[in-house]
């Protein structure tokens, strides 16, 4: 099936589609969407950058379309009929932009609620009367426990990033969520799909249906991977040559695994002449995704971060993804180099390895099976010129009390 008619989705989202340039569906949109048109509970598992949103946004609209012609428009404030869980504040922000690509066609209604959100900002949402409702399951499992959203019309309910959602420790409020939503009927998506979760999954009553893209667990064709063997003292060295070695216009990702190493490498690589902006899960909401805005506008040449960039953030200029250190899980290493090479576009790869990463580079080596995987000796590109460690302590001080002064008397209303 070459093209979305031929799925069966309704004239005016492929309207709605086709003014966003999207014209033809992607291998994982043509293995999802008639599936969930007819109704079933499947487990959808394709690469990152594939264009899973729109697979399951797609049939979610239209399903609930059908519903509205049956039944009516939806009435009451805070009571939805499809409900997207995902797994960062970033993401539900980015999803609920998509959605609207098609809900504004069919003239359906998407809100949103996350963590780090104002009381007032989420009572604004709730106090509306919507049809879609995305949201991070803590915060949305709150709100149904203090009686504040409605979940007994909920006709669909979809787990995106299933893999992070049902992962030990983050399941309860989903299962929450679940067992509220009695109508619901469940659909799950996930670029990797781990056994413990697969069994989970296989023991559900509504025993969804496994779609797995043959793409899937691999990194595209178009991209090519190389791993530059380097000292742990010498990370930002061999960073900086990668960048320099790029080019100044190349735009990416520095991926680390914690808050602190990512300040650290955001000063190391500022100390040696590089343009980048760092964002983590230390920053107040706001102002990450103040961060990544501006970075996705075009400010800032590396985006500095945690995991917390590596599932949703769609730039689709990102020349390279560079891994500082490599994630502590490997499935988050396919999450991360998702960020390139979406939709066919060609992008580069570079992991920083230790020895003590040795272990992991089994697993990278065949995750980057589908890519070009290039080992070989680190880049001997010449260095930018570097400020001295005074220098940069004193540069870094001064912008954390920068960001400090400007957070002070700001209140959160966190998870």
């Known amino acids: 099936?070459?093209?979305?008619?031929?799925?069966?989705?309704?004239?005016e989202l492929v309207t709605a589609l086709s003014a966003a340039g999207i014209r033809s569906p992607s291998p994982v949109q043509r293995m999802s969407i008639p599936a969930f048109l007819a109704g079933k509970s499947a487990?959808?598992?394709?690469?990152?950058?594939?264009?899973?949103?729109?697979?399951?946004?797609?049939?979610?609209?239209?399903?609930?379309?059908?519903?509205?012609?049956?039944?009516?428009?939806?009435?009451?404030?805070?009571?939805?009929?499809?409900?997207?869980?995902?797994?960062?504040?970033?993401?539900?922000?980015?999803?609920?932009?998509?959605?609207?690509?098609?809900?504004?066609?069919?003239?359906?209604?998407?809100?949103?609620?996350?963590?780090?959100?104002?009381?007032?900002?989420?009572?604004?949402?709730?106090?509306?009367?919507?049809?879609?409702?995305?949201?991070?399951?803590?915060?949305?499992?709150?709100?149904?426990?203090?009686?504040?959203?409605?979940?007994?019309?909920?006709?669909?309910?979809?787990?995106?990033?299933?893999?992070?959602?049902?992962?030990?420790?983050?399941?309860?409020?989903?299962?929450?969520?679940?067992a509220a939503a009695t109508r619901a009927l469940p659909w799950w998506m996930s670029a990797t799909l781990p056994e413990p979760i697969r069994h989970w999954l296989s023991g559900r009553p509504d025993r969804p249906a496994l779609l797995i893209s043959k793409d899937a667990h691999t990194t595209p064709e178009t991209v090519t991977v190389k791993n530059i063997p380097v000292k742990g003292r010498s990370r930002g060295d061999a960073a900086s040559d990668v960048l320099v070695s790029l080019g100044p216009k190349a735009r990416g990702i520095l991926f680390c695994n914690r808050r602190e190493t990512a300040d650290a490498a955001g000063d190391a690589l500022r100390e040696r002449g590089h343009d980048v902006v760092v964002v983590h899960g230390g920053l107040l909401p706001r102002e990450r995704l103040k961060t990544i805005r501006a970075?996705?506008?075009?400010?800032?040449?590396?985006?500095?971060?945690?995991?917390?960039?590596?599932?949703?953030?769609?730039?689709?200029?990102?020349?390279?993804?560079?891994?500082?250190?490599?994630?502590?899980?490997?499935?988050?290493?396919?999450?991360?180099?998702?960020?390139?090479?979406?939709?066919?576009?060609?992008?580069?790869?570079?992991?920083l390895i230790t020895d003590t990463d040795r272990h992991l580079l089994a697993e990278v080596e065949r995750l980057a099976g589908g890519g070009k995987l290039d080992t070989g000796e680190p880049l001997r590109a010449a260095r930018t010129r570097r400020t001295t460690t005074v220098q940069g302590a004193k540069e870094a001080a001064n912008r954390r009390k920068k960001v400090a002064s400007e957070h002070a008397g700001v209140k959160r209303f966190d998870e």
């Open 1 to 11: 099936m070459s093209n979305f008619s031929e799925l069966g989705v309704l004239p």
């Open 43 to 178: 487990v959808a598992v394709a690469r990152t950058g594939s264009g899973k949103t729109f697979a399951f946004g797609i049939p979610l609209v239209q399903c609930l379309r059908a519903v509205e012609a049956q039944d009516g428009p939806a009435t009451e404030p805070a009571r939805p009929r499809g409900v997207v869980l995902t797994s960062t504040r970033e993401l539900v922000n980015q999803t609920a932009r998509a959605l609207k690509t098609l809900t504004h066609a069919a003239r359906l209604r998407v809100r949103q609620v996350s963590g780090g959100e104002s009381i007032h900002d989420t009572n604004a949402e709730l106090r509306q009367v919507f049809d879609v409702l995305v949201a991070n399951p803590p915060r949305l499992a709150r709100l149904v426990a203090d009686g504040l959203v409605n979940l007994d019309d909920v006709r669909i309910l979809v787990v995106d990033e299933a893999d992070t959602l049902l992962a030990p420790g983050q399941r309860p409020p989903v299962e929450a969520l679940l």
């Open 295 to 351: 970075f996705v506008g075009g400010q800032g040449r590396v985006l500095v971060t945690t995991e917390l960039a590596g599932r949703g953030l769609d730039v689709l200029d990102l020349a390279f993804v560079l891994n500082w250190e490599l994630p502590e899980r490997a499935s988050d290493y396919v999450h991360r180099i998702g960020r390139v090479g979406r939709m066919g576009r060609a992008g580069r790869v570079f992991n």
